[in-house]
């Protein structure tokens, strides 16, 4: 089907932070998007995240950088620090000089403002329709449209569109349709995710930098949320015998305590401030890169296509750069089959990148012993080069 004159819609399935990028990057190339979204609201769940300059540069292109400044926390620096000393192992410098070798900031953002910001926008644009409580269960396509079965409290509903694009995650129901049932693998880590009320700390106690401690097995990272009301702190140890994939598991303060034992006072003392029931437990999964990511007017985005562990920081990053490439690619194509391969074929290599040195942290961050020290010496040296690469992407001309 010729889509030059932006005829029939592109269904979304799947609410989250890649899904409604990638209507807003839709409709601002002169499509319809219709986002279907399982859970009945949007963006109820989670805790920090981190948005590096090459995903910054979409939202601004998106005109969300006055509300992004409102609710983020731009930090300074990351650090890295070990875990039992304390010791600086190696500085990066954010901040201004991340907005100035970039041309965007770093921020840290809340999960649930950052998806406010994403609706709020999306609700503003008539060109996209957003629907909750709607799951997309399969979808059939033919030469002249996609047919997508979607299910709400009233039964299930066949919507008929130009395009279907799954964003629905890790445990894609779209991937399923395309390639059939695969489960994802348990990577042998656990996060730990809380929030402590930065007024309850020690004064001085958190540095407004990211930090990232690392030590034998297990590492630890904290960073200022909601202009500095928050603390965001994610654990991450290697576990085994635990594998559920939740952001509403709960965990056992006395676990997490046990898991950092002997750990630097200042880890103590924040583990300390934790309140207990604000414990989430995580079991982390990921997927191999895959050799296609679609067929015909159907492909996948952000974690549906390439899952990777947090170790980048860039999971919903590559997301919102997913969302920017896919709707040029649309807009300068004559078929939806045809800009699809062409987005994939964009973004695999990249993603792929991203899915492994994500991989390959996992096992870096958790050294001991002489590895650890001989890590150490390396990253002092590399210091903030090794993501040069990854901040400098520009999403927005990939496709030119
Ligand atoms: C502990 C942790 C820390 C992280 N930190 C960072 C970070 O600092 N920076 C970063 O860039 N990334 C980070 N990530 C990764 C990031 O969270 C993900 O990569 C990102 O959320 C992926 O977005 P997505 O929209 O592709 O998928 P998701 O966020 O999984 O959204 C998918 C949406 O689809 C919905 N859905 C699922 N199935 C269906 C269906 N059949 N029909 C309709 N809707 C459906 C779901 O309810 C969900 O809302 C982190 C991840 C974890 C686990």
């Known amino acids: 089907m010729a889509i030059g004159a932006r005829a029939g819609r592109v269904h979304i399935a799947g609410g989250g932070i890649g899904g409604l990028t990638a209507a807003l990057c839709l409709a601002r190339a002169g499509f319809e998007a219709a986002v279907f979204e399982r859970m009945p609201e949007f963006g109820q769940v ?5 948005i590096s300059p090459n995903g910054a540069r979409v939202l601004h292109h998106l005109g969300l950088a006055e509300a992004l400044e409102a609710c983020a926390s731009l930090p300074a620096a990351t650090e ?42 999306a609700g503003r644009d008539d060109r996209i329709e957003l629907h909750t409580a709607c799951t997309v269960r399969s979808f059939e396509q033919d030469d002249a449209s996609i047919h997508v079965a979607v299910a709400d409290e009233a039964g299930e509903t066949i919507h008929a569109g130009m395009a279907l694009v799954g964003a629905d995650g890790i445990q894609s129901t ?35 930098v990211a930090s990232l401690w690392w030590g034998p097995g297990r590492h630890f990272v904290h960073y200022f949320v909601q202009g500095g009301a928050l603390v965001n702190c994610v654990c991450v ?52 890169p895959a050799a296609s990511w679609g067929k015909g007017a159907v492909t996948l985005l952000g974690d549906a296509g390439h899952p990777m562990l947090p170790f980048m920081a860039q999971g919903a990053a590559a997301a919102i750069e997913d969302a920017a490439v896919l ?65 400098r992407y520009d999403a927005l001309r990939a496709a030119c």
């Open 327 to 391: 709707a040029s690619c649309l807009a300068a194509g004559k078929q939806a089959a045809q800009s699809f391969r062409r987005y994939e074929d964009l973004r695999r290599r990249r993603t792929a990148k991203l899915q492994r040195q994500a991989r390959r942290n996992s096992k870096l961050f958790h050294l001991s012993g002489t590895a650890a020290w001989l890590r150490d010496r390396a990253a002092k040296r590399a210091s903030g080069r090794v993501l040069d690469a990854v901040f």
């Open 80 to 121: 890295i620090r070990n875990w039992r000393s304390g010791r600086v192992v190696s500085t990066s410098p954010l901040g201004e000089a991340a907005r100035a070798t970039y041309g965007f900031p770093y921020y840290h953002v809340h999960r649930s403002d950052l998806l406010r910001v994403l609706i709020e926008a």
């Open 174 to 208: 779209v991937r399923v349709g395309l390639f059939g049932p695969e489960n994802p693998t348990f990577t042998g880590n656990v996060a730990w995710r809380t929030l402590v009320p930065a007024e309850r700390l020690p004064e001085g106690l958190i540095a407004p």
């Open 46 to 50: 989670g805790a920090g995240i981190q």
């Open 237 to 288: 140890v290697e576990k085994a015998g635990w594998e559920v994939e939740s952001w509403t598991a709960r965990g056992e303060h006395a676990e997490l305590k046990a898991d950092f034992a002997g750990w630097h006072p200042h880890i103590q003392t924040l583990i300390d401030h934790m309140a207990p029931g604000s414990l989430y437990k995580w079991a982390l999964y990921d997927r191999a």
